[in-house]
């Protein structure tokens, strides 16, 4: 009955890949009927046949050791930023190609510059599975082009791999159904974005900039955890548990709870101090922190430059912003190609 209400109304998604000791089997829903087939090697073409990229050769390249674990780059000339996706892909596509992230086939055209992603790619909207592999696909082609591509952590990543299904859109829930999993199961980890997911890291630095998803608490910098410190733990403790284990360590809880790096909204109180502000950059011997996760409807210059509030609502489909770097200037990207100055102190 499911099966049959769903191919009326033209149901798809996918793809879904699921990591074997034989190889890589690939499920997608098409119009209401799920299909499959198995890629043997990381030169099989059955994915890229269908989807224009082969996503093998950068898996192989996440199971090096190294992979996903450095956090700070220094030196970089370009770089671009948006925040809380949300599964809007359209958008998320126009945003990219108008500033030359991307070019008209969704490849990477940006060179040596960066793209971060400040979390929250899933949840909500209906194009997450697509804005996953867009990133995917970017991460590994911008490598290859000495640039990079950094998919941090979101609360609502991090929401997912703890099966917490509150955002999640039905579609989402019936493509489980469908393919006889869950959604838990769907980003677990014998998935080939759910592996990709459980590497993501929660803070880097890029130059003088602190970048996270929602941002450095004071209690953070009272506990004097480093970058590498918070990273490691989120990538090795904290995803691969359950909520009900990691919730009883002191340590972990704080991370993933409310005055840690996914969650903290503090500085959008109104009674946050730019004196706290100077104090945790001082800590993270940076200029200035650049957060998403509290939405308004442009990108915000806050504390007189020291931070940058990114999440400028691409999750209502309707319009959005991305943060352009280079060479030092700071600009809001519009939708239309446009930018508009960021005032930010030297």
């Known amino acids: 009955m499911l099966g049959a209400k769903l191919r009326d ?26 299909k499959s087939l198995f890629d043997r090697s990381e030169n099989a073409n059955g994915f890229e046949s269908i989807y224009g990229f082969n996503p093998y050769p950068h898996y192989t390249h996440m199971l090096s050791e190294d992979y996903g674990r450095q956090y700070q780059f220094e030196g970089i000339a370009n770089y671009a930023a948006i925040s809380d996706i949300h599964g809007q892909f359209d958008l998320y596509v126009i945003l990219l190609k108008a500033h030359g992230i991307i070019d008209s086939a969704l490849n990477w055209s940006y060179g040596a510059g960066h793209l971060i992603i400040l979390g929250d790619i899933m949840d909500r909207g209906i194009g997450v599975t697509e804005a996953l592999w867009l990133t995917y696909k970017l991460e590994s082609q911008a490598l290859a082009a000495g640039g990079r591509v950094h998919f941090l952590c ?25 393919m006889g999993t869950t959604h838990h199961e769907l980003y677990g980890p014998s998935t080939l974005l759910g592996r990709w997911l459980h590497k993501r890291p929660i803070m880097l630095t890029i130059n003088d900039d602190l970048i996270t998803h929602a941002g450095a608490s004071p209690e953070l910098v009272d506990n004097a955890f480093s970058i590498s410190q918070i990273n490691t733990l989120f990538i090795d403790s904290i995803y691969p548990q359950s909520k009900t284990k990691w919730w009883y ?4 809880h704080f991370l993933a709870t409310s005055k840690g790096p996914l969650w903290y909204r503090g500085y959008f109180s109104g009674k946050f101090r730019e004196e706290d502000m100077v104090d945790i950059l001082h800590y993270f011997n940076k200029r200035r922190i650049i957060v998403g996760h509290t939405p308004s409807g442009e990108i915000r210059n806050m504390f007189n430059g020291k931070l940058l509030a990114i999440d400028a ?31 930010v102190s030297p």
């Open 9 to 34: 109304s033209l149901f798809n998604e996918g793809p879904h890949v699921w990591i074997t000791d034989s190889g890589f089997l690939v499920c997608w829903i098409d119009s209401g009927v799920v």
């Open 249 to 252: 360590d002191k340590q972990l």
């Open 313 to 343: 609502s691409v999750q209502s489909g309707k319009n959005g912003e991305i943060l352009l770097y280079e060479k030092g200037i700071y600009a809001r990207g519009l939708i239309d190609g446009g930018t508009l100055p960021l005032m």
């Open 154 to 178: 979101g609360n609502h990543e991090a929401m997912v791999m703890d099966d917490d299904l509150g955002y999640v859109d039905q579609k989402y829930l019936t493509t489980a159904t469908l």
